[in-house]
């Protein structure tokens, strides 16, 4: 059997509330998300520094603790994961801000800091008020984004995940780039 179909039998044996499979995934799904936070890191930039490790485990976690998700497959696991790196993304561009307009600072140990510069955070703050409206008219476009950019998904996972043909996402995934330039300039 291979690795994807582990993963997804895995996941669905969770949701039945057989407790040994989440024991089972975890090692699967650590490779792929660390894939993913990597790949993250490599769109913020040379000024923002995210520890790779922080993001897996702050998504790991949230995943963890995922109630009702109701697991369909791998694709569907790396989906919400997409999402929830977003999020995270997104919470300490805020905090970043907040920081920086006197904000009350908390000490916090070097492997768990999350060093974003103020253009950078103005700027995952700006994608994600954009990728919203993105939502708002095509939330195909959006999923495509945040699945790509956010998730580090291929052209090929987020067609697999959407069910859509591999030329659709990048189809898609080109007028939401242009879209969402567009829509940050302004």
């Known amino acids: 059997m291979d690795e994807r179909q582990d993963i997804s039998g895995l996941l669905k044996a969770w949701n039945e509330g057989q407790e040994n499979a989440l ?11 660390r894939r993913m936070a990597h790949a993250q890191m490599r769109r913020e930039g040379a000024n923002h520094t995210l520890q790779t490790t922080a993001l897996v485990n702050e998504a790991y976690l949230k995943l963890v603790e995922q109630k009702n998700a109701n697991w369909q497959s791998r694709s ?18 805020k905090e970043r801000l ?10 916090v140990e070097l492997d768990e800091a999350v060093l974003l510069s103020v253009g950078k955070s103005a700027e995952i703050i700006a994608l994600d008020e954009a990728l919203d ?16 950019h956010f998730g580090g998904m291929t052209v ?31």
Request: charged content about 35%; cysteine-free; overall charge positive.
């Open 98 to 107: 907040r920081e920086k307009r006197g904000g009350g600072a908390l000490h």
């Open 23 to 33: 024991e089972e995934v975890l090692p699967l799904v650590a490779r792929e998300l």
């Open 156 to 186: 090929e996972e987020t067609a697999e995940v959407l069910e859509v043909a591999p030329i659709t996402v990048m189809r898609h995934w080109s007028l939401a780039k242009a879209w969402l330039e567009r829509e940050i300039e302004n």
């Open 76 to 93: 569907h696991f790396f989906a919400i994961a997409s999402k929830l790196m977003r999020r995270i993304l997104l919470d300490h561009a």
């Open 133 to 148: 409206r993105l939502s708002k008219i095509d939330a195909l476009k959006s999923k495509i984004v945040e699945m790509r």
